[in-house]
Every structure is written in C-alpha cells, then in structure tokens.
C-alpha cells in the first residue's frame, strides 16, 4: 500500500557528506512513521534514525546522533538523512521503511524493525578510509 524508492548512496572518503533520498507513493496518507535503517555484513538491521508524520519528532540513534539529521519535505512524500562526518563504520545498506496507522502506531519511536510495515529495496552507502 506504500512504496519506497531510496536514493543517494554510494561510495565516498571518511569526511565526506551525503544525502539519501526516500520517495513515498501510495497511500502515504496513512503513515505513521518513516525510519531510516542499516544492515552491514554479518550484523542485524538497525534503527538509525525515525520521523513521526504527525508532530514531526525526530530519533536519533547515539551511534549517529550529532552527525545524521532525518528531515521530511513540505510535500510529505520525501523523507532526507544527511549523513555528515562519515565514518568507515557506516558503511552498510541504508532502507527506509514506513510504520502505518493502527495498533503499531502507538510504539514509540525508538522501537524497530518489527514495528514497520512496508521497506524499501535499500541503497548502498561505501565510505573508505
């Protein structure tokens, strides 16, 4: 019912800022939340960072926090991370992905993986050293 398309990745130096993209179709009226996720090899999924549709509020994982920003623009369809200061260990596939209205919707915003509906394919961010 909703569809994700990230864009923006790919393959830059330690330092180096980049912004990935979320485009939202469908029936985006009904979104409660939109987060942003990573998975790097041999590790589980993480929840970087999150955005709830109503009152705009923000989370922020500590292993990002001060360096990543989630934003969302007038439209409500697109959905940015900027990613500043990139670290080698931020190198992973980053999906975004969108919680919809009902029972999941009173889970805060921290909670993760399981508590979001519709994902994206995912884009691959490189940063080397």
């Known amino acids: 019912q909703v569809q994700l398309v990230e864009s923006g990745g790919g393959l830059v130096q330690a330092g180096d800022s980049l912004r990935l993209s979320c485009a939202a179709s469908g029936r985006t009226f009904n979104i409660n939340a939109l987060g942003w996720f990573r998975q790097a090899p041999g590790k589980e999924r993480e929840l970087i960072a999150a955005?709830?549709?109503?009152?705009?509020?923000?989370y922020c994982a500590d292993s990002v926090k001060g360096r990543f920003t989630i934003s969302r623009d007038n439209a409500k369809n697109t959905v940015y991370l900027q990613m500043n200061s990139l670290k080698p260990e931020d190198t992973a596939v980053y999906s975004c992905?969108?919680?919809?209205?009902?029972?999941?919707?009173?889970?805060?915003?921290?909670?993760?993986?399981?508590?979001?509906?519709?994902w994206g394919q995912g884009t691959q961010v490189t940063v080397s050293s």
């Open positions: 992905a969108v919680r919809e209205s009902g029972r999941k919707s009173y889970y805060g915003l921290a909670f993760g993986a399981l508590s979001y509906d519709y």
């Open positions: 955005i709830r549709w109503s009152t705009d509020n923000t």
